[in-house]
């Protein structure tokens, strides 16, 4: 896969990375070595393999819809730069 | 014998038959600590205080005739990766550098609840995304045989916490040989358990189909112990397995007679040194002597599991991490005017180059027009090696590999050069990859005197009889070089 300035500008945006101009280069020169590299599993004959999902269990678990204790609001905001009155603040979306 | 030498069962038998108190093997470790911890730098946090005042707990708990927990009294490092309520939990980076967890991952609680006592947090690379710890956004953890040279990764900051001795076990995390090749490169024992053993709940997220939790230990008797107290079924993690847990130290037997291991030939060609191939065939040797079967055998997938693993783990890194935002928790760049603006600096600032080059590799990778050429076949790709393992272990109990293709490496020897960095792993990632458990363990030193450790890979739930395995080995061998922190 050819990682040119721009595909690595159209990433890190997907990303939701800024990247810097002097970044670039770097980033699309090692993405570009890294999936070459991994372009080696071309070599490798899938064509009985199903898709992957769970290394041993492939079946959802369930359990039941029970009102249990949660942890504390305050204590589980208290992580967050800003709040108020219970709640995340963030800055001016429109 | 100083306290700090003794062994996990060791402590736990001195502690029963009141030869010492759970406060002086405290104090005695904490000692231990502020002699090495400066030279090693193993740790991000230290629990001095909370460890004393559990220590006085478990105390009366002895002095009363209570019930004891299968590691009472025994000190214990956290990688800093896993939860520890009330306790700053950073994950190495910037972004959760003043993060306190507000509650305990489910080993956490197992480990509280069986009396072990948390000493610390221990550095990691970012997120858990490395081979040697250089990628910690707040400190360089040193091998403790060579000062110049890393621990490996990314729970190098375990491995050579118990390699020094600051304490006698340590947990962490291996998602494509984090646990194992710190243990080799450090010299202890380290166990990467089947997918599914271990609860992940608590456990912050790098590749979900692939990380477990597993231990460090100085020996495979101590594995046990430890073992026994973090495996368990957990409602809190959807891939938990539900399964009756099974008593390792049951398999603490000097016995290999009915063991057969294949020795993959592909395993020890090119890129490996030849010192380390010649110890791990020294020790393939030992276990024929030893009245195991020892046989060449082929499993052609190293290079296929690198790429499969570096595909889907980053994949799903970019994904899971996608919930650092700088809004409900973590760090938040004050440079920002939107919200959108918030997001990409935030995470731009917070994330070191190695998590943000795996982000953007996963992003790629998912990424429209290209997530059929490499996303999807690497998942296919993972199912053709999960095939090639089940063959081999229909005429094999294990499998035998070296840890790591290279002995401990120097500072910055592989940072320039991150795929330089992921061929460390190249010995390791297959078991992530296929979810099969495997064990490091030590079975030599180079020339220049530091540790080589080999793997032995085995089948769904085969714990017991790898444990068996590795104990057999570690009793007919003696590599209990204690570290000496050289300088150069």
Not at chain 2, 330 to 343: C, E, F, I, V
Not at chain 2, 360 to 368: E, H, I, P, Q
Not at chain 2, 425 to 451: F, K, M, Q, R, W
């Amino acid at each position: 896969m050819k990682i040119d300035k721009d595909t690595i500008k159209y990433i890190a945006n997907l990303s939701m990375i800024e990247i810097l101009e002097e970044e670039e280069e770097k980033y699309s020169k090692d993405l570009e070595q890294i999936l070459t590299y991994c372009e080696i599993i071309d070599n490798l004959d899938t064509s009985k393999a199903l898709e992957f999902v769970n290394p041993i269990n492939n079946s959802n678990k369930f359990r039941k819809d029970e009102v249990k204790e949660n942890l504390d609001r305050d204590l589980l905001i208290s992580n967050a730069a800003e709040t108020e009155d219970g709640m995340f603040k963030v800055p001016k979306v429109l | 014998m100083e306290i700090y030498e003794l062994s996990v069962s060791e402590i736990i038998k001195k502690l029963k038959a009141r030869e010492l108190t759970t406060t002086e093997v405290v104090n005695a470790y904490f000692k231990r600590i502020e002699e090495v911890e400066p030279k090693v730098d193993a740790f991000l946090t230290l629990t001095k205080e909370d460890a004393l005042k559990r220590a006085e707990e478990l105390q009366k708990k002895l002095d009363n005739n209570e019930k004891l927990g299968t590691l009472f009294g025994v000190p214990i490092a956290i990688k800093d990766a896993i939860c520890t309520n009330g306790v700053r939990t950073t994950s190495g980076s910037k972004m959760l550098e003043n993060f306190v967890s507000p509650y305990d991952a489910t080993v956490i609680e197992y480990l509280k609840k069986e009396d072990a006592i948390i000493v610390g947090k221990t550095n990691l690379d970012e997120f858990a995304m490395g081979s040697s710890t250089e990628h910690s956004a707040f400190k360089t953890t040193k091998n403790p045989y060579n000062l110049t040279r890393t621990p490996g990764g990314s729970s190098g900051g375990s491995a050579a916490a118990v390699a020094s001795y600051m304490v006698p076990c340590a947990l962490g995390s291996d998602t494509g040989g984090s646990v194992r090749q710190p243990a080799s490169l450090c010299g202890v024992v380290g166990l990467k358990p089947t997918y599914g053993l271990v609860s992940r709940y608590g456990l912050i997220a790098y590749a979900s189909s692939f990380d477990q939790i597993g231990a460090f230990t100085r020996n495979v008797e101590d594995l046990t112990l430890v073992m026994n107290t973090i495996i368990g079924t957990d409602e809190k993690d959807s891939t938990s397995i539900e399964r009756e847990k099974e008593d390792y130290t049951k398999f603490l037997v000097n016995d290999v007679k009915n063991i057969k291991i294949g020795v993959p030939k592909e395993f020890y060609g090119e890129g490996l040194k030849p010192e380390i191939k010649e110890s791990v065939l020294k020790a393939a040797e030992k276990f024929k002597e030893m009245g195991a079967t020892v046989e060449e055998c082929s499993l052609n997938i190293a290079d296929y599991c690198l790429a499969t693993y570096y595909i889907v783990a980053c994949a799903e890194a970019s994904s899971n991490l996608a919930r650092f935002d700088g809004i409900r928790y973590g760090y938040r760049s004050p440079n920002a005017t939107n919200l959108k603006d918030l997001y990409k600096k935030t995470r731009r600032e917070g994330f070191g180059e190695e998590v943000k080059r795996r982000i953007f590799l996963g992003t790629a990778v998912l990424s429209s027009g290209y997530s059929n050429k490499y996303y999807s076949k690497a998942q296919e790709a993972r199912n053709a090696i999960k095939a090639q393992f089940a063959e081999c272990f229909k005429k094999y109990d294990f499998i035998l590999t070296p840890t790591s293709p290279c002995e401990a490496f120097k500072f910055g020897e592989k940072t320039d050069d991150p795929l330089e960095m992921y061929l460390a792993d190249i010995y390791t990632v297959p078991i992530n990859t296929a979810g099969v458990p495997a064990i490091s363990i030590p079975c030599g030193y180079t020339e220049s005197g530091l540790p080589i450790g080999m793997q032995l890979i085995g089948n769904y739930f085969s714990e017991g009889k790898m444990i068996q395995t590795a104990y057999s080995y570690e009793q007919n061998t003696n590599w209990n070089k204690k570290p000496e922190f050289k300088e150069d």
